[in-house]
Every structure is written in structure tokens, then in C-alpha cells.
């Protein structure tokens, strides 16, 4: 299964009606998830995954 570059802090949203996500490590945008792109290009999951802060919790 693909990683899901929404829990990445490197992914973010583009204006981009025909590519809405992008990833700032490979610098690309997608019409995808910047993964699957990864994956279909280099045949091996994205390895450079790091998940995102978490907004903190309200007590
Ligand atoms: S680094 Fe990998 S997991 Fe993170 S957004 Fe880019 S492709 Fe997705």
C-alpha cells in the first residue's frame, strides 16, 4: 500500500486544479499522491517519509 503523504510533513497542497498535491522533497506536483508517483517512477515506496507534527492536543 502507498504511504499517505497527508501524514508527511513534506506534502502540501498546490493551487493547481491538475496537480492539487505536491512534494517539496522531489519537488513535483501530482494529480495523485506524491507517493504513488514515487513508487510507479523508482518501483520502491518513498523513503523519505517523515510524519508530520501533530497539532497539539487542547487539555
Ligand atoms: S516525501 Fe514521500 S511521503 Fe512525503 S510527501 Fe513526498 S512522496 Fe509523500
Known amino acids: 500500500m502507498a504511504i499517505n503523504c497527508r501524514k508527511c510533513k513534506h506534502f502540501f497542497i498546490t ?3 491538475n496537480a492539487p498535491y505536491g512534494c517539496r522533497i522531489f519537488g513535483i506536483k501530482t494529480k495523485q499522491m ?3 508517483e514515487v513508487f ?7 523513503l ?4 508530520k507534527d501533530e ?5
Open 15 to 17: 493551487w493547481d486544479t
Open 34 to 36: 506524491p507517493s504513488i
Open 40 to 46: 510507479k517512477s523508482s518501483g520502491r515506496e518513498c
Open 48 to 51: 523519505k517519509f517523515e510524519k
Open 55 to 59: 497539532a497539539p492536543q487542547k487539555k
